[in-house]
């Protein structure tokens, strides 16, 4: 069976689904931006292509992966507001 986890950062809604296969774990990783509603709305699927051994593993790695690509794209954004 696999898990499901939803978190929030920096205002982002994180939704991580475990993914047990064969004899390691990995991770589906969707993200919302803020005042996106993952009821109604389509998230964005993060890459996430690692394999841990289990999947309380998978989902904490998932998790980090998660967090790193918010901060990219909040630079992102700062860098092209610096821009205009």
Request: aromatic share 8%; hydrophobic share 35%; no cysteine.
């Amino acid at each position: 069976m696999s898990a499901k986890s939803e978190y929030e950062y920096r205002g982002w809604k994180i939704r991580i689904t475990g993914n047990t296969a064969g004899t390691g774990s990995s991770a589906m990783i969707e993200v919302w931006e803020p005042g996106q509603d993952p009821q109604r709305d389509t998230g964005v699927l993060v890459p996430f292509h690692k394999r841990v051994p289990t999947e309380p593993q998978a989902q904490a790695v998932a998790l980090q992966a998660a967090k790193k690509w918010i901060d990219r794209q909040a630079s992102d954004g700062a860098r092209k507001d610096q821009a205009k």
